[in-house]
């Protein structure tokens, strides 16, 4: 139960608990799996300034932005990110970004960003 894990990880912080990666990490993909996306969201952006070079928080960030319809962060959070091109999680930070253009009426900015995926990928095509 997601829930309980978000009570008993929250509870630990309170107490006195440094604000560890782990812990918060937990915590991010248990408010994520219970569908707090803009708790999800604040988590990763502390997770982000803990771990700068962690290509997988800036994901998430951006993700959990996505699924918060904060449409306009997800863009900001997706162009702010430093995964690199070469990353596996470049293509997958690319497609949220273009749907976050796409869901603010910005078509032909989502149309550029997907230019910048791998046009073989089917993710790519339907999107």
């Known amino acids: 139960n997601y829930r ?3 009570q008993l990880l929250q509870s630990s912080l309170e107490e006195g608990a440094s604000r560890s990666r782990p812990v918060l990490s937990l915590l991010a993909h248990c408010s994520y799996q219970d569908e707090d ?4 969201a604040e988590i990763y952006e502390e997770l982000i300034e803990l771990c700068p ?3 997988q ?5 951006v993700q959990s932005l996505v699924k ?5 962060d ?3 959070a997706a162009v702010a990110s430093k995964v690199l091109p070469s990353s596996p ?12 253009e796409m869901e603010q009426g910005l078509l032909s900015e989502a149309a550029a960003t997907l230019t910048q995926c791998n046009e073989k990928d089917i993710d790519t095509v339907l999107s």
């Open 89 to 100: 999680f470049f293509h997958r930070i690319k497609l949220l970004q273009a749907q976050a």
């Open 4 to 6: 309980k894990a978000i």
């Open 74 to 76: 997800a863009s900001r």
């Open 68 to 72: 918060a319809e904060s449409f306009i």
């Open 57 to 61: 928080y800036q994901l998430y960030y």
């Open 53 to 55: 070079s962690s290509e």
């Open 37 to 40: 996306y803009l708790r999800s």
